[in-house]
């Protein structure tokens, strides 16, 4: 039923209680999970000396998430892969499902409501309502929370 999971992280981001439910998947369906992290620096719009510092710090933190997913993930058995792309994280996602062939997305979503939904707005809402695939959200708590 699926063979390959598209699996979103965030750069910097040291929990996604949804690594676990992709490597379920992948375990029951022998799957390969194609790990992925989106830069979205706007380097091409900031301008100024920190503009590109800030940038490779981003870059950085994508690679060692990536790296550390991944690794988990092939500690378990898994098939894994993954990637850093620049860009929107919406397209890259987008992206990204169609280019490893993703059978099902599983991503993360925050528990934010109220003022902070409204403005922050949420990269997996945009995936379920415009993916060309299944995905399965995991619950996550804000840090504040």
Do not use: C, W
Not at 21 to 39: D, I, K, M, P, Q
């Amino acid at each position: 039923m699926y063979d390959d999971i598209l699996l979103p992280v965030a750069p910097g981001s040291a929990a996604n209680d949804a690594v676990p439910h992709a490597r379920s998947l992948a375990e029951r369906y022998g799957a390969t999970v194609h790990v992925v992290s989106a830069v979205d620096t706007l380097e091409h719009t900031l301008a100024g000396p920190r503009a590109g510092a800030f940038s490779e710090r981003v870059e950085k933190s994508a690679e060692r998430r990536v790296e550390t997913v991944t690794e988990e993930l092939e500690a378990a058995g898994i098939d894994a892969v993954g990637s850093v792309i620049h860009g929107d994280p919406l397209r890259v996602i987008e992206n990204a499902i169609a280019d490893t062939g993703a059978d099902v997305v599983v991503m993360p979503t925050h528990t934010r409501t109220g003022i902070q939904r409204v403005l922050l707005g949420s990269v997996t809402e945009k995936v379920v309502r415009t993916s060309s695939v299944p995905v399965v959200t995991v619950p996550m708590a804000d840090d504040e929370a």
